[in-house]
């Protein structure tokens, strides 16, 4: 387990530092151009966390048939899943070139005209990044199923080398903007899944893609693939979809609270990692358990790898709540962006702390079994129910602006752990069947 997750924690370091990088370095053109490239990421989010959650079914098909020992299915799983992940994103790029005015003003309505800007700029960049981003999202899982996350920790070292490199020259030598922030992600994204290709064809992988022949469809295991990777995929969409349903309403708080949002989200996000990295092994740890049918294996490590995600909520947030000021202030944004921002830093590592790892480290003990569908509908009731609707009421009726759409989020995480606790200590996700 060391071995899989430490180059996790440092994978996801870095996979987060992305987002981070062009925010902090973005803002050195103006909050303009923050609020436009935080408003294209909360929607690339969206079609991100599908990429996971579709790697994800991947992941538990290959994890559970390396643990029956089945290495052909294995193999034969590996191919399908890269069949998916090209055919879906490619899809969602051309979808999101011809129709990415009319969805920005969908989702966020009237927005200033510097802002729309920057934001259309941004979203088509990345729109033409996503199938690159799904074949390196479908290596990745490949080889966390093999227990080997070395690969793509060092391919995620060089996505964040080269777009920290092109984010200096193009934004700060050739003064190109949000343009350059833009551009120099879909170069990193572009390498990333060419090195990612080259990986997965080598001989000696055992999940060895090497052949054209290997992503002819197979409905079969494609099947069992989406079993997982639909419900996942409708719970890290609806998840999305109600994160930006109430991103509409903070942008009706101001450039300020658009910023401040912005940076708090993406400072918070590191104080997640540990809780992710845990998540992503879990999938590999549980779904070989479960493979190879040791019922009280998979028991006993999905405990012990949620309290080791618990030890590092604990360690990064307290981290957090001593250092939120400096890390607000580090953005150069105006004295009330700031203020904000300081105030959601720490009402994050207050809650974070509690229910962080229950909500989302915990379900993917369940996803491993292929007990998806519970989390899935545990997670979008959660989701409209109280995240969105006590979200508007909170910063809307009650008058506590971006804050209120924070605390809507906290409400929505405890009610997420107590349910997915229940399902977890009943046993009910063991009894599921994938392969």
Do not use: H
Not at 32 to 39: C, D, R, T
Not at 85 to 95: D, E, I, K, Q, T
Not at 106 to 115: K, N, T, W
Not at 410 to 419: L, P
């Amino acid at each position: 387990m060391k071995k899989l997750i430490v180059p996790l924690m440092i994978e996801q370091l870095l996979a987060v530092s992305i987002g981070l990088v062009d925010t902090l370095m973005v803002s050195s053109v103006g909050e303009a151009a923050v609020s436009g490239v935080s408003l294209v990421d909360s929607i690339s989010m969206l079609i991100i966390q599908i990429l996971s959650a579709l790697a994800t079914g991947g992941a538990v098909v290959c994890a559970q048939y390396i643990g029956k020992k089945n290495v052909d299915e294995a193999k034969k799983s590996a191919g399908q899943l890269m069949f998916i992940m090209v055919v879906f994103s490619g899809a969602v790029m051309l979808f999101v070139l011809f129709g990415y005015r009319f969805l920005l003003r969908l989702i966020f309505g009237q927005i200033s005209d510097d802002v729309m800007r920057s934001a259309e700029i941004y979203f088509i960049l990345s729109a033409i990044s996503y199938p690159f981003l799904g074949v390196y999202n479908a290596g990745a899982a490949l080889f966390r199923s093999m227990g080997n996350s070395k690969i793509s920790m060092y391919n995620s070292f060089v996505m964040n080398v080269l777009n920290i490199g092109g984010n200096a020259v193009l934004i700060y030598g050739l003064q190109m903007g949000v343009l350059g922030a833009a551009a120099a992600t879909l170069f990193s994204r572009v390498v990333s899944s060419v090195v990612m290709t080259v990986m997965l064809c080598r001989k000696d992988n055992p999940l060895c893609i090497n052949r054209i022949g290997c992503l002819k469809p197979q409905k079969s295991t494609i099947f069992k693939i989406l079993s997982i990777g639909i419900p996942s995929g409708i719970e890290n969409g609806m998840f999305q979809i109600g994160k930006l349903s109430v991103s509409s309403l903070t942008s009706t708080f101001g450039t300020a609270s658009i910023a401040a949002n912005a940076i708090s989200s993406n400072i918070a996000s590191f104080a997640n990692i540990p809780g992710n990295a845990i998540g992503l092994a879990i999938v590999t740890v549980v779904g070989r358990c479960i493979g190879a049918g040791e019922k009280e294996q998979a028991k006993k490590y999905g405990r012990k790898l949620l309290f080791m995600a618990y030890v590092g909520i604990w360690l990064t947030n307290l981290a957090l709540a001593f250092s939120a000021p400096a890390l607000a202030g580090v953005f150069g944004l105006s004295e009330e962006a700031t203020e904000i921002a300081t105030r959601l830093l720490y009402s994050f590592a207050a809650c974070a702390v509690v229910a962080w790892p229950l909500s989302f480290t915990l379900p993917n003990v369940l996803r491993a079994a292929g007990d998806a569908k519970f989390t899935m509908g545990v997670s979008v009731f959660s989701m409209w129910v109280f995240r969105v609707i006590s979200s508007y009421f909170i910063a809307g009726t009650l008058g506590f602006g971006v804050l209120g759409v924070w605390i809507g989020m906290y409400i929505d995480w405890f009610f997420r752990s107590a349910c997915f606790v229940i399902r977890f200590c009943g046993g009910k996700w063991l009894n599921r069947k994938v392969v």
